[in-house]
């Protein structure tokens, strides 16, 4: 069975198990026993748990930054860079003035709307008229703290 296929496969079972499976499945996986919980918030944790182990973790980064953005204040430190470079095909989105922002990494730079550009900064800069941290702009570093 491929892996896709199984994570599905035990995703879908999650809903014919009873709280007290639901229970004994999350503390197989996490050895974190829960006080209390609803079936339903269960099976969510229990979900999250399975994709995490067969997929991975997300990257710290972007951990924090959802963390931040879900309103968690232990998530206060910022992101200071994002390690390694950039990959061609790498896609980096940002909407700005309600407008999205998409630009692809290529060999020989960054392209947005059909043109190449040497780095980030200089799209941050026609994008919106003054100097920014292509970087920073795109989400992949934050100031210092």
Not at 37 to 43: E, M, T, V, Y
């Amino acid at each position: 069975m491929a892996r896709a296929d199984k994570i599905d496969a035990e995703l879908k079972s999650l809903a014919s198990m009873s709280p007290v499976q639901l229970r004994q499945s999350f503390l197989d996986l996490s050895d974190v026993d829960l006080p209390h919980a609803s079936p339903s918030l269960l099976r969510y944790l229990i979900a999250h748990q399975l994709q995490e182990k067969a997929l991975g973790k997300l990257p710290s980064c972007i951990e924090r930054e959802l963390d931040k953005l879900g309103g968690n204040s232990d998530a206060t430190a910022p992101t200071t860079s994002v390690r390694g470079p950039i990959l061609p095909g790498t896609r980096l989105v940002r909407e700005w003035n309600g407008t999205t922002i998409a630009v692809t990494a290529t060999e020989g730079g960054f392209e947005w709307e059909s043109e190449t550009y040497r780095s980030l900064s200089e799209i941050a800069r026609k994008v919106t008229g003054t100097h920014w941290s292509g970087p920073r702009f795109f989400g992949l570093s934050a100031k210092a703290a």
